[in-house]
């Protein structure tokens, strides 16, 4: 069972809020404050990749995080309800190849990136999945039919009391 | 050094400053989430940007870039120094600007010093993209230089 479990609805504002509950967790969870700035960062990546696969697809469901002290360990895991996107990838042009990025991480699918229209015609929403892969040292990403999943993770010390 | 008048853009809420509430705590919806300005230095347009550029702010970071270059600013310097945050919408936004003001031979760098900005130009290899200095009179004279 998660430290913590979130829901909220897919809105952009809602990311915000999702980074700092992250960030209090973690530290609460003793991962070190060197660190929080990458959790802080890795958490806005992925909670803004499915805010906008939920717009796409299915604004009417929330996108979730849950958030687990695992002793030695904060793990994060946020999950989309968004199927894969099979749009044309006409538009996409990836900067780095978060297939592999998931591949190499255990990924179970490869993962379909998303247009990348809703980020100013330059970076497709992938390109966070790669920040996140160059903040946290365990990132595994897996894409199902039900939906895709981050799961990422930090060393972290005895909890606080 | 002289400089021209100076704008500032955004909705009140978005507007105000950090508050803190009576109890010494900061409440969450009492943070600056992103405020914006801009003025114009040695003939290049300066913009300063305060708080946190993510998938919520950034799309008004990319409407003030675009009303910029409209109005015929090509060279342009990114103050942000006082972000607190930016995440890879930021990164795009930013790229965005950079294309626009290259279509019109212009320029886009960006002035900051924080390690926690910084990593993510890192990571994503935009240190290579954009011009990064530690203050703006040292982004314009470089500019000025290359001229």
Not at chain 1, 124 to 153: H, N, Y
Not at chain 2, 20 to 25: K, L, P
Not at chain 2, 48 to 65: F, N, Q, S, W
Request: glycine content about 10%; hydrophobic content about 40%; charged content about 25%.
């Amino acid at each position: 069972m998660a430290t913590v479990e979130v829901t909220f609805t897919p809105l952009p504002a809602h990311v915000r809020t999702a980074r700092l509950v992250a960030t209090a967790v973690a530290r609460r969870s003793g991962v070190a404050e060197a660190l929080l700035d990458e959790v802080r960062l890795a958490v806005g990546e992925a909670c803004s990749r499915a805010v906008e696969a939920h717009r796409r697809h299915c604004p009417a469901e929330p996108v979730r995080i849950e958030l687990t002290d695992l002793g030695s360990r904060f793990e994060v895991v946020v999950t989309d309800a968004a199927p894969p996107d099979i749009g044309s990838d006409g538009g996409f042009s990836p900067v780095m190849d978060t297939a592999a990025v998931a591949a190499a991480n255990g990924g179970s699918a490869p993962f379909r990136p998303v247009p990348a229209e809703t980020r100013d015609g330059t970076f497709p929403a992938a390109f966070g999945l790669a920040v996140i892969s160059g903040l946290a040292d365990d990132v595994q990403v897996s894409s199902t039919d039900a939906g895709l999943s981050v799961r990422m993770s930090w060393p972290a010390g005895p909890s606080g009391t | 050094m002289p400089r021209g008048s100076s704008r500032t853009q955004g909705p009140p809420d978005q507007m105000a400053r950090a508050g803190r509430r009576d109890d010494g705590c900061m409440a969450l919806e009492d943070f600056v989430e992103l405020k914006l300005g801009h003025h114009t230095q040695d003939g290049i347009e300066v913009v300063d940007v305060e708080g946190e550029i993510d998938v919520y702010t950034a799309p008004r970071l990319r409407e003030l870039l675009i009303d910029l270059v409209n109005k015929n600013n090509y060279n342009l310097v990114v103050n942000m120094e006082r972000v607190e945050f930016l995440d890879s919408t930021g990164l795009g936004v930013l790229v965005g600007g950079l294309k626009r003001v290259r279509a019109y031979d212009g320029s886009l760098d960006l002035v900051c010093t924080q390690e926690r900005i910084l990593k993510i130009f890192r990571i994503t290899g935009l240190t290579k993209v954009f011009g990064i200095h530690d203050t703006v009179d040292e982004a314009i004279a470089a500019r000025k230089a290359e001229k």
